[in-house]
């Protein structure tokens, strides 16, 4: 057998699979033996209103502010680094300033807002 049909057998061994399983769910859902815990679950989503802040009349998420907190702050990092000639501690680049911004947002959504 070549790999498309070693694919293949596998890609109809799931969809085998699937049906069976959605059979037995569904099954079990239509006897009414499960609806209670899931109409129980279902009740509780969105219990709580987005974490946001009123900035200038308009409401921002916590998400973007901190973000945004992330982006300055290693904006303020690079130009630091760049005066004291210390740009090689931020190499390779491409992977140390997502990172740093993204460290710097889950910081300030820590130290800044309540949880």
Do not use: E
Not at 5 to 21: C, G, Q
Not at 24 to 49: D, E, F, I
């Amino acid at each position: 057998m070549n790999n498309n049909s070693n694919l293949f057998v596998l890609f109809i061994i799931i969809i085998k699979l699937t049906i069976m399983h959605t059979s037995k769910v569904s099954k079990r859902l239509a006897s009414g033996k499960r609806l209670g815990p899931l109409a129980a679950l279902l009740s509780l989503t969105g219990c709580a209103p987005a974490p946001s802040i009123v900035l200038f009349g308009a409401a921002f998420p916590d998400w973007l502010l901190c973000t945004g907190a992330g982006v300055a702050g290693m904006i303020l990092l690079h130009v630091v680094s760049v005066r004291r000639k210390k740009t090689q501690w931020l190499q390779p680049a491409a992977v140390v300033y997502p990172c740093v911004t993204a460290l710097i947002a889950m910081l300030t959504w820590l130290l800044v807002f309540p949880h």
